[in-house]
């Protein structure tokens, strides 16, 4: 298949598909190398610039053709975000510990987070967020990693494309604020801080 | 403080220094200065030798006496529990770590509370997954339009209504034994005989047990013979002539 034929295929494949596509597949159902292929997707990529409502990204381990960012606001009118698809700012942080530190426990996310983690949890596995991932040991609590769909919610192209966690650390002052916070609600002693 | 007394009675030493007046001042100052184990000093006896002292004691002075024992009663009662003023204030040291807990725990959670802003951010960004999320399997099982005509067609077939339902096995089929008895009556007046079998032909079995109830109602009544040649065979019914009135 040629070049200018690829692109095209690739692109008729990723307007066609409901997932990510992998190179892998591409290169299975377009019959070509992955040399090609990515010669072909980025060629897609400069095709669906900044001038298209589409663009080429690679998310979740694949390839997808999609809506750009700053046209969600006029694409949710023609499909409105069912409420049960919001996370609440509870099951965000609790993704994001899991995220970070997958595989985890239960008991281990409720001990990061302070409180605990039963409901948010379940919740996140009815939403295909995450799903188990096996215990440490014979009879241990199971663990949990992100899924997939995780990563295509949030539009990352795979479990390792999370910023470094130290980009999210407090800095030396930003602590004391919080140990300040802690003895103005009575938390802490001035000469313990 | 003046005090006076015999010379055996160390209480009652005349006392008197450049800064202190009598025994009992100069003791607190040498307890104050830590001079003096207070903890070892038996006050009890202080105090009853001090009361049994011969000397009468005006209101100033034993006020000023009952102010210096309790002073040193406080005071070796604090050298007795071990503890000072700033002791009864010092924090609680489980109390301190569990506050040093929370606060630690604050600081290492405080990344992932960040995060997942950043991921609040993404989510918020994409509103969701921006691709058709149709399953192909799905997809390609829905049908093309179908044309105007064809879509009419149907409808027709749904308009058409539909047989009624039969309602036979509700209705019992009333068969009279003398209707059955008088049709048999003409029928032998035309032909003198009939068979049974014909006679029953088609009809179900409740009108052949009554046909057969109106043969020997009619046998009964001297009005025909039966005749059964073979068992289970056709039974033939014969019109009796000479006593056949019953017309």
């Not at chain 1, 948010?120 to 990693?145: H, K, P």
């Not at chain 1, 795979?158 to 609600?185: H, M």
Request: charge should be negative; charged fraction near 25%; proline fraction near 7%.
């Amino acid at each position: 298949m040629s070049e200018i034929a690829l692109d095209r295929a690739l692109e008729a494949l990723l307007f066609l598909s409901p997932v990510p596509v992998s190179v892998v597949q591409l290169c299975e159902l377009a019959e070509s190398s992955p040399s090609d292929v990515q010669r072909a997707l980025a060629l897609l990529g400069t095709r669906y610039g900044n001038e298209s409502g589409l663009e080429v990204a690679e998310i979740a381990g694949g390839w997808v053709m999609r809506t750009r960012a700053e046209l969600g606001a006029v694409c949710d009118r023609l499909r409105a975000r069912p409420p049960d698809e919001r996370l609440s700012p509870a099951a965000i942080e609790t993704l994001a510990v899991i995220a970070y530190l997958e595989p985890i426990s239960r008991p281990e996310i409720a001990r990061v987070r302070g409180v605990s983690a039963e409901a948010t949890v379940g919740s996140l596995l009815d939403r295909g967020m995450i799903e188990e991932a096996g215990r440490a040991v014979d009879g241990g609590a199971m663990r949990y990693r992100t899924t997939p769909a995780f990563q295509e919610r949030f539009g990352l192209r795979g479990s390792s494309d999370l910023p470094p966690i130290t980009q999210f650390e407090l800095s030396g002052a930003e602590a004391e604020a919080v140990r300040q916070r802690l003895r103005d609600a009575g938390h802490l002693d001035d000469e313990d801080a | 403080m003046s005090a006076s007394g015999r010379v055996a009675d160390p209480l009652r030493l005349p006392l008197e220094l450049d800064l202190f007046e009598g025994p009992l001042d100069l003791l607190l100052t040498l307890v104050l200065r830590e001079e003096i184990e207070l903890a070892e000093l038996p006050l009890r006896d202080l105090v009853e030798a001090t009361l049994r002292g011969p000397d009468e004691w005006d209101p100033p002075t034993t006020g000023e006496l009952v102010l210096l024992l309790c002073s040193l009663v406080e005071l070796k009662a604090r050298r007795l529990v071990g503890e000072d003023d700033e002791d009864d204030y010092a924090p609680d040291p489980d109390a301190e770590l569990v506050r040093e807990r929370l606060a630690a725990q604050l600081i290492a959670f405080a990344p992932f509370q960040r995060a997942g802003m950043w991921l609040s951010m993404q989510d918020g960004i994409d509103g969701a997954v921006r691709y058709r999320r149709v399953p192909l399997d799905r997809a390609a099982a829905l049908q093309a339009p179908h044309a105007p005509n064809e879509l009419s067609e149907a409808i027709i077939r749904l308009m058409v209504a539909p047989p009624m339902p039969s309602m036979g096995h509700m209705n019992r089929e009333r068969i009279n034994v003398g209707e059955i008895v008088a049709e048999l009556r003409g029928a032998l007046r035309r032909t003198g005989r009939v068979s049974f079998d014909e006679l029953t032909d088609g009809t179900d079995r409740l009108a052949q047990g009554m046909t057969l109830m109106a043969c020997l109602e009619l046998a009964r009544r001297g009005e025909a013979n039966l005749a059964q040649p073979v068992p289970f065979g056709d039974i033939t019914v014969h019109r009796v002539q000479p006593g056949f009135a019953g017309e």
